[in-house]
């Protein structure tokens, strides 16, 4: 019986240790976060930050709308071309209405008189009344909207995503500053980022000429931009050739200061630069006329744009001058941002302005100004705009409309064309720039 017992006792220990030694290669071959897949096949591995997928996992479960959101928001993902982000829009959050702002903003916008009081008195004056008469040529497709509207803005970003847009270029004012004609709208970025970041378009600020901009408040408010919307994952950053990954901010009306002032911000040999600190940043000045090329390289910016979408408005608008400002860019080591628009006509707003309408031809104008910032070889293009309704640069949808004066609509095109015209040339864009870097 005894050495039963102990026959019995070699065969358990045996056991067990054969246990232990299985237990042990199964840790050892266990994959890895450096295997493809691995935490979904195995969620209990790095237990901390899988414990909150599970927790997300689980919350989907106990929540069938929000799984079903998310597999309809994938699905249409899956159905939009890549964006690109080297194509850039400048978009605009300083619409309102009733509904949001308990008023109507922007749509309302006045008749501005000419400077000369004796041809001001042969246009009209005055404001527009929404919601059938607003300050622009053409009528959203989407009404006279307000930019705190969560369903216009997923309903931009679906366009955005249309058309293969990777970046939107927000026009910013600091907290509690406004435009001539609006109200504060650094509240609206958070949201605006958020439903960016749904749809994998990211955000840049395009800085506005707000009261008393000079290199101090600039410094400021950069800090405020990069400390509070830096971490979000919408946040445009840019990978230049020295291997920083830097925020990008156009800054309109840059000739409104000095050479001098701006090099105080950006020159590096200045000791209120912010260049090589936590702010530091790819700066793109506003190029209107010829001479400002030297002042943008004197103060120490990192590029330049052109924004009016007005063919021959400016030096930097006209197109045939672009390949010129490409060459003196890549010269001096500049980044070059044509601004490409679809037409131009403001007449709603600046009743006298005939001069500057640019028709649309049913989108050959649009192309024409695409093809011609292609041949400047450009680091990125921009589009002006999205939405800039009273200067009638919109690429947005819009629609036929009565009113007291006829508005203008896309016809015989779809609502749509621009944005699918400007996916065909975001996918153009894309293969010429993977062309010229090989």
């Not at 936590?278 to 209107?288: C, G, K, N, Q, T």
């Not at 601004?339 to 600046?350: E, F, K, L, N």
Request: aromatic share 14%; proline share 6%.
């Amino acid at each position: 019986m005894a050495r039963l017992r102990r026959r019995t006792c070699v065969i358990f220990l045996g056991f067990l240790l054969l246990v232990f030694i299985v237990t042990v290669v199964l840790k050892t071959h266990a994959p890895t976060e450096y295997l493809p897949g691995a935490r979904k096949l195995f969620p209990h591995i790095n237990g901390v930050e899988n414990k909150a997928d599970l927790k997300s996992e689980q919350t989907k479960m106990d929540d069938p709308l929000e799984a079903e959101r998310d597999a309809k928001l994938e699905a249409m993902l899956n159905k939009f071309s890549p964006p690109n982000y080297n194509l850039h829009a400048f978009y605009y959050i300083w619409y309102g209405n009733p509904n949001f702002d308990g008023k109507y903003i922007h749509w309302d916008h006045p008749q501005m008189p000419h400077w000369d009081a004796k041809v001001a008195q042969a246009y009209p004056q005055g404001r527009h009344s929404p919601p059938d008469d607003i300050g622009a040529n053409f009528y959203p497709a989407l009404g006279a909207y307000s930019s705190r509207d969560p369903s216009v803005l997923e309903a931009h970003m679906q366009q955005l995503r249309t058309a293969a847009i990777g970046v939107i270029a927000v026009s910013w004012y600091p907290p509690g500053l406004k435009d001539d004609n609006g109200e504060p709208i650094d509240d609206i970025v958070a949201l605006l980022m958020d439903t960016a970041h749904k749809y994998n378009v990211k955000v840049a600020f395009h800085i506005e000429p707000y009261k008393d901009r000079d290199e101090t408040s600039m410094f400021k408010n950069i800090k405020y931009i990069i400390d509070v919307y830096g971490g979000h994952p919408a946040f445009f950053r840019h990978r230049t050739t020295s291997g920083k990954v830097l925020p990008l901010f156009y800054v309109y009306d840059s000739y409104l200061l000095n050479s001098e002032q701006w090099a105080k911000l950006l020159k590096h040999t200045e000791s209120s630069s912010v260049r090589d600190t936590a702010y530091d940043a790819i700066f793109i000045a506003l190029m209107v006329d010829e001479k400002h090329k030297r002042d943008i390289l004197t103060a120490g910016f990192d590029g330049l744009y052109t924004y009016f979408a007005t063919n021959g408005f400016s030096y930097g608008s006209t197109h045939r001058n672009w390949e010129s400002i490409g060459t003196f860019c890549e010269d001096n080591n500049l980044l070059f941002v044509p601004s490409v628009g679809p037409g131009y006509v403001d007449t709603s707003v600046r009743p006298w302005n005939f001069q500057n309408t640019r028709n649309r031809i049913n989108g050959k104008y649009y192309e024409n100004a695409l093809s011609a910032a292609l041949q400047a070889k450009p680091h990125f293009i921009s589009i002006t705009s999205f939405n800039e309704w009273h200067e009638g640069t919109q690429i947005e949808m819009a629609v036929p409309k009565a009113g007291q004066a006829p508005y203008l609509d896309y016809l015989p095109n779809r609502p749509a064309v621009y944005l699918e015209i400007t996916r065909k040339w975001a996918a153009i864009f894309g293969s010429e720039r993977q062309r010229w870097q090989d």
